[in-house]
T-cell receptor, first 113, second 115 residues
Framework: DAGVTQSPTHLIKTRGQQVTLRCSPK?????VSWYQQALGQGPQFIFQ???????QRGNFPDRFSGHQFPNYSSELNVNALLLGDSALYLC????????????FGPGTRLTVT | AQKVTQAQTEISVVEKEDVTLDCVYE???????LFWYKQPPSGELVFLIR??????QNEISGRYSWNFQKSTSSFNFTITASQVVDSAVYFC????????????FGTGTSLTVIP
């Protein structure tokens, strides 16, 4: 039973560029949440997707957008990258009926230069 | 306002010592969940424990134990007889029923166990 997987593992982008990160949830999970973890900080909630819709959103600008596919996998898109977007991006999956059992993926380390 | 406060930024202990990691939370919800996660250098968050607001019973799992006190809004984590493999960053997190499944994390405590 595969856990939460994320790709790519590492990514280097230039300011102003756009990036797409991908997440496959744990088998049987239908809800995906995205978190940003800056160096030395705790993860911060970006948004959550369920039934292909953004259900909840944290305090992040519109440059951060996402998508969920029919197979429950998800993408996080960030436009007009800033140096401050450099962080570890974590994906967490859960089952709608057990929302507090969130399983985290290994993360994607994004560096913006 | 910070919903979860982990005042200890870094802790170093010698192997076999006991260590307690502090967590103080803030919420107006009566229904909420508290969590502890371990984050080794690889980056993946490893789930350790979940408690709901109606269950103040302390829990012990091997060398790990948790002390949940609603009166002081604290959910402290103790590692007994620490080992080098315990070295990691530990995060306390809160999820409020009124906010859906959003997790609020503290800033983490970096634990180093010295052999």
């Amino acid at each position: 039973d595969a856990g939460v997987t994320q790709s790519p593992t590492h990514l280097i982008k230039t300011r102003g560029q756009q990036v797409t990160l991908r997440c496959s949830p744990k088998s049987g999970h239908d809800t995906v949440s995205w978190y940003q973890q800056a160096l030395g900080q705790g993860p911060q909630f970006i948004f959550q997707y369920y039934e292909e819709e953004e259900r909840q959103r944290g305090n992040f600008p519109d440059r951060f957008s996402g998508h969920q596919f029919p197979n429950y996998s998800s993408e996080l898109n960030v436009n007009a990258l800033l140096l401050g977007d450099s962080a570890l991006y974590l994906c967490a999956s859960s089952f709608e009926r057990s929302p507090y059992e969130q399983y985290f993926g290994p993360g994607t380390r994004l560096t913006v230069t | 306002a910070q919903k979860v406060t982990q005042a200890q930024t870094e802790i170093s202990v010698v192997e076999k010592e006991d260590v307690t990691l502090d967590c103080v939370y803030e919420t107006r919800d009566t229904t909420y969940y508290l969590f502890w996660y371990k984050q080794p250098p690889s980056g993946e968050l490893v789930f350790l424990i979940r408690r709901n607001s109606f269950d103040e019973q302390n829990e012990i799992s091997g060398r790990y134990s948790w002390n949940f006190q609603k009166s002081t809004s604290s959910f402290n984590f103790t590692i007994t007889a620490s080992q080098v493999v315990d070295s990691a960053v530990y995060f306390c997190a809160l999820s409020e029923a009124s906010k859906g499944n959003q997790f609020y994390f503290g800033t983490g405590t970096s634990l180093t166990v010295i052999p």
